[in-house]
């Protein structure tokens, strides 16, 4: 695999889908819960769990991995060590499986990065796998720099959209439109010193 290539950043709907675990240990189960909350369909494969995985609402084969264990996987987490990861990786790959590797780049298609959530956003960043300490570190700081009421935010660009879609507004134009919009939510708050603004020092700014 091709690590030096420029990566595509995507967000996965797994509602559903089964999702192939491969590794027993802390780090394979550090990866369950955010699975589960998308609605994954979980399998976790190995010889030995621990017990992290074992009190864990997910369906477990106590065996050593085999090419057969991705049958109508849609997605892999390759959790164990380097040798099984990349058996893992060269299965995947032959069935066109897209593969996460966990510290272990070389045997992976898919990465994982540092996730912000809040109020209905998601951001992701990547290092492109080689400093995830790194992307932990900017997801903490961009979590600090968030507004506090980022949810009246999301409420009002829900109500723009289906607005733009009813007055068909070109892409273009909607950008420009919501920052007025969100500008317009501070104004309400004036009451006689200087107005803050979504473009104030003291408000995040948005990128235009």
């Not at 070389?106 to 996730?115: F, Q």
């Amino acid at each position: 695999m091709d690590i030096d290539s420029p990566l595509f950043p995507t967000f996965l709907k797994l509602h559903g889908r089964r999702v192939v675990v491969v590794g027993g240990g802390p780090v394979a189960a550090s990866k369950l819960s955010s699975l589960h909350a998308a609605g994954a369909d979980l399998l976790v494969v190995a010889p030995q769990v621990c017990e992290a995985i074992r009190s864990a609402d997910v369906v477990v084969r106590r065996k050593f991995f085999e090419p057969a264990d991705l049958d109508g996987a849609w997605f892999v987490v390759a959790a164990a060590p380097p040798a099984v990861n990349r058996q893992v990786a060269e299965e995947a790959e032959r069935r066109k499986i897209f593969v996460n590797a966990v510290d272990d780049p070389s045997n992976a298609s898919a990465y994982l990065g540092g996730v912000v959530r809040r109020e209905g956003v998601t951001l992701a960043i990547s290092t492109d796998g080689a400093a995830p300490a790194l992307a932990g570190l900017l997801r903490e700081a961009i979590d600090y720099m968030l507004p506090g009421d980022l949810a009246r935010w999301q409420v009002r660009a829900r109500e723009l959209r289906a607005s733009w879609r009813a007055r068909q507004v070109p892409m273009e134009a909607r950008r420009p439109e919501l920052l007025e919009a969100l500008n317009a939510l501070y104004e309400a708050r004036r009451s006689g010193e200087r107005s803050s603004t979504v473009e104030d020092v003291d408000q995040p700014e948005l990128v235009k």
